[in-house]
């Protein structure tokens, strides 16, 4: 597959995880195809630690952390998927 095909496919796991994708650039998805971060259930395993060791910037560790504890919820019930169907899709994906 080729860099450009990755990236889509990164993505469309980042759009069903409701990423706000005006945020990431091409270099940032680069840094998380590098790292491994292609799917959902690969983004929530992520750390914070682990994040900015990739080299993201703040902004975007900040915002993938959101979207993971949107998608965990507060009691990781499911009153919270049934709130954000598509951050629940996060732990999902």
Sequence with gaps: MDPEQ???????????CGADLTLFEDSDLDI???VRFRSGRALQGATREGLTASGL???LVDHILTLKGAA??????SSAAAAHPA????SAA
């Design 6 to 16: 990755s990236r889509e496919q990164l993505r469309t796991v980042l759009r069903t």
């Design 32 to 34: 998380m195809l590098g």
């Design 57 to 59: 910037p703040p902004g």
């Design 72 to 77: 965990a919820g507060p009691d990781s019930g």
């Design 87 to 90: 951050r629940a899709q996060l």
